[in-house]
């Protein structure tokens, strides 16, 4: 299934991201500053920029 995450960078959305990539979800994120999504990026997880 395919999943989009609000604040992916913060400490609820990160957490939420791991366990959905960990359960073999397909993972889109809006994150304000694309530099704090480095680690979501390893994920797999489609990062977009957002304001």
Request: net charge positive; hydrophobic share 50%; no cysteine.
């Amino acid at each position: 299934m395919k999943y989009f995450v609000t604040g992916a960078t913060g400490f609820v959305g990160s957490h939420v991201v791991r366990q959905l990539v960990a359960a073999g979800h397909e993972v889109v994120a809006v994150v304000r500053n694309p530099a704090k999504a480095q680690e979501l990026d390893r994920l797999g997880v489609a990062i977009f920029q957002g304001m």
